[in-house]
């Protein structure tokens, strides 16, 4: 059963983390508690699939919407999306000079929707790491770049 599965009034078994709102969803502004990056549609679900495969199903915390861009957002730590050169389709988000940007994070339980838990937080200080990020995301859009018979 996902996170977002969990029915309204289940106990929590997860950690305190302040930045996670008890109900709903909220705005986090993007370098504060966390950095992000951005993917939509199914290159970003594939590159989920894929970092959970190679952690172990447990790649950092990564959030879902459901609805327009179908985005996932991967969350680093803060300064984690700065600096890096992110392929096409990844969108970083982070305290940049030149820019304020704002992060979706639902509740761990209850109405969250159009957001979800893809991978919910374990543990306070516990995210995705930057560079296993990266490398992910190369490979997602080098196989999807690559025509099908040549796979």
Same mark, same amino acid.
């Not at 803060?78 to 979706?104: C, E, K, L, Q």
């Not at 957001?115 to 992910?136: E, I």
């Given at each position: 059963?996902?996170?977002?599965?969990?029915?309204?009034?289940?106990?929590?078994?997860?950690?305190?983390?302040?930045?996670? /709102?008890?109900?709903?969803?909220?705005?986090?502004?993007?370098?504060?508690?966390?950095?992000?990056?951005? *993917?939509?549609?199914?290159?970003?679900?594939?590159?989920?699939?894929?970092?959970?495969?190679?952690?172990?199903?447990?790649?950092?915390?990564? *959030?879902?919407?459901?609805?327009?861009?179908?985005?996932?957002?991967?969350?680093?730590?803060?300064?984690?999306?700065?600096?890096?050169?992110?392929?096409?389709?990844?969108?970083?988000?982070?305290?940049?000079?030149?820019? *304020?940007?704002?992060?979706? *994070?639902?509740?761990?339980?209850?109405?969250?929707? /159009?957001?979800?838990?893809?991978?919910?937080?374990?543990?306070?200080?516990?995210?995705?790491?930057?560079?296993?990020?990266?490398?992910?995301?190369?490979?997602?859009?080098?196989?999807?770049?690559?025509?099908?018979?040549?796979?």
């Amino acid at each position: 059963m996902a996170v977002h599965d969990v029915p309204v009034n289940a106990p929590s078994c997860h950690p305190n983390i302040e930045w996670i /709102p008890s109900s709903g969803f909220q705005l986090r502004k993007a370098g504060v508690q966390f950095d992000a990056v951005r *993917v939509d549609g199914d290159d970003g679900r594939r590159a989920a699939d894929l970092l959970e495969h190679l952690t172990g199903g447990d790649p950092g915390p990564v *959030v879902i919407e459901a609805n327009g861009r179908r985005g996932v957002y991967f969350l680093l730590p803060p300064g984690g999306s700065a600096g890096r050169a992110w392929p096409p389709g990844a969108m970083p988000f982070n305290a940049a000079r030149w820019a *304020v940007s704002y992060v979706p *994070v639902p509740a761990l339980v209850g109405r969250t929707w /159009p957001l979800a838990w893809r991978c919910p937080p374990t543990a306070p200080g516990r995210f995705v790491h930057p560079y296993l990020l990266l490398a992910t995301l190369v490979a997602v859009a080098r196989a999807t770049a690559t025509p099908p018979e040549s796979r």
